[in-house]
C-alpha cells in the first residue's frame, strides 16, 4: 500500500511538471499580445496555419495512440504460436495492410494538402502589397534599430509607424552581426543578415502600439533591442512623415544654444546627427527628433526629461555594455545639454 501510495504521489508531481508550462502558456494567451492575437492579415494567416498544424498534430497523435492501445490490448495473453496457421496468415495480412495503411496511405493522405496550403499561405504572406506600399529600410544596429523613409529625410530610431491599412514592406540590413526583426503581432521574424538585403512584408489591420523585439542573440544587450511599430491612420502617418523630415528648429533658449555647443564640444556629435547641424554622426541614433520617441536606449527607458537626465549622465548604469560610452560632464554642461535635447521635438 504504501508504494502505491508513493507511485501515485509520484506521478501527481510528474503531472504538475508537466502542466505547470501549458499552464504558463496559456496563462500568457489571455493578455491578448503577441502571435496568438494577430493585428493583421499576414499574421492572421500565420495564425491560422499555426492552429491547422496543432490541431492535424494532435489528431494523428491520438489516433498513433488508439492504435498502440488497441495492439496492447488484444495481444494480451496471446503466444507466437497463436501466429501459426490460417489465423497467423490472416493475421499477418491484416497487419501488412495496416502498415501500408498508417506508413503510406494516411502520411500522403495528410502531408500532401499540408504542403499544398502552408506553400499558399507562404506565398501569400510574401506578396502582400508590391505596388503602392510603404517602402521602410530598417538597420539592425548592436543594440538599437535605425529606421529610414526612402524618398524623404526622415530618419528615426526604435520607432517604425506605418499607416493603418497599407501594405508595408520593411528593407532590411544590419551594420554589425545578425539581428532579427519580430513583431508577433503583425509577421514572422525575419533576419538581417551582414552583406544581404531581407524583406519583410506586414500590414496593420488597427491603430495601436505594438512591442517588437530582436529574436536573433546578437550581444550583451539583445534583450534590451527593442522598438516599437506605431500604427496610425493614414493622414496621422503623413503628417508625422512630414513633422520628422524637417531639419531641427535652431535652440530658442540660451541654456538650449550652449547646449548645442556642448554637443560639439563633448564629442556627442561624431556618433549622433542632429539635422539642419553640423552634427552628423552615424554610430548612434539620429536625434533631430529625439524628443518626439517614446523610449530612450530602444526600449529600455521612457524618454521623460528625469529618465533623459539618467541616460546622458551614464549610458552605462542603465543599459551596461551599450556602444555609448558615459562621458564625464560637468553639471553644468549636463544641464545644457539637456536644455538643448528637450527641444529637439
Ligand atoms: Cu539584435
Known amino acids: 500500500v504504501r508504494r502505491w501510495r508513493w507511485r501515485s504521489g509520484a506521478r501527481g508531481a510528474v503531472a504538475a511538471v508537466a502542466v505547470a508550462p501549458t499552464a504558463a502558456l496559456v496563462a500568457g494567451c489571455g493578455a491578448e499580445r503577441g502571435a496568438f492575437a494577430p493585428g493583421g492579415p499576414v499574421a492572421s494567416d500565420l495564425d491560422g496555419l499555426f492552429w491547422l498544424l496543432t490541431g492535424l498534430g494532435a489528431a494523428v497523435l491520438v ?10 490490448v488484444r495481444s494480451r495473453g496471446r503466444t507466437d504460436d497463436d501466429d501459426e496457421g490460417v489465423e497467423g496468415d490472416v493475421s499477418e495480412r491484416r497487419s501488412r495492410w495496416l502498415v501500408l495503411g498508417g506508413g503510406v496511405v494516411l502520411p500522403v493522405v495528410v502531408l500532401v494538402p499540408l504542403t ?22 530598417v538597420v539592425g544596429h548592436q543594440f538599437w534599430w535605425e529606421v529610414r ?16 491599412g497599407r501594405p508595408v514592406h520593411l528593407r532590411m540590413q544590419t551594420a554589425d ?9 503583425l509577421a514572422g521574424k525575419i533576419d538581417m543578415i551582414p552583406g544581404e538585403e531581407t524583406e519583410l512584408r506586414f500590414e496593420a489591420s488597427e491603430p495601436g502600439e505594438l512591442l517588437g523585439h530582436c529574436a536573433e542573440f546578437c550581444g550583451l544587450q539583445h534583450a534590451r533591442m527593442r522598438f516599437l511599430v506605431v500604427a496610425q491612420p493614414p493622414e496621422e502617418f503623413e ?41 552628423d554622426g552615424d554610430l548612434g541614433p539620429d536625434l533631430t527628433h529625439l524628443a518626439s520617441r517614446r523610449t530612450l536606449g530602444a526600449g529600455t527607458l521612457p524618454n521623460t526629461p528625469e529618465d533623459l537626465a539618467r541616460w546622458v549622465a551614464d549610458p552605462q ?13 560637468s553639471t553644468d554642461q549636463l544641464q545644457d545639454l539637456l536644455a538643448y535635447l528637450e527641444e529637439l521635438r
Not at 489516433?63 to 496492447?72: D, G, K, P, Y
Not at 499544398?116 to 529600410?137: A, H, K, Y
Not at 548604469?317 to 560632464?329: D, R, S, T, V
Open 63 to 72: 489516433l498513433v495512440i488508439a492504435v498502440l492501445a488497441l495492439a496492447a
Open 239 to 279: 503628417r508625422w512623415l512630414t513633422e520628422q523630415a524637417a531639419p531641427s528648429p535652431p535652440p530658442a533658449t540660451e541654456a538650449a544654444r550652449r547646449g548645442e555647443a556642448a554637443f560639439e564640444a563633448a564629442g556627442c556629435a561624431s556618433c549622433h546627427a542632429v539635422r539642419g547641424t553640423a552634427a
Open 317 to 329: 548604469e542603465a543599459k551596461p555594455g551599450n556602444l555609448m560610452p558615459a562621458i564625464p560632464l
Open 116 to 137: 499544398v496550403v502552408m506553400l499558399m499561405v507562404g506565398v501569400r504572406t510574401s506578396n502582400v502589397g508590391q505596388e503602392g506600399d510603404v517602402v521602410i529600410e
Open 177 to 185: 552581426v545578425i539581428h532579427s526583426l519580430w513583431v508577433p503581432e
Open 149 to 164: 523613409y526612402p524618398g524623404t529625410d526622415v530618419v528615426t530610431a526604435n520607432e517604425i509607424h506605418v499607416p493603418v
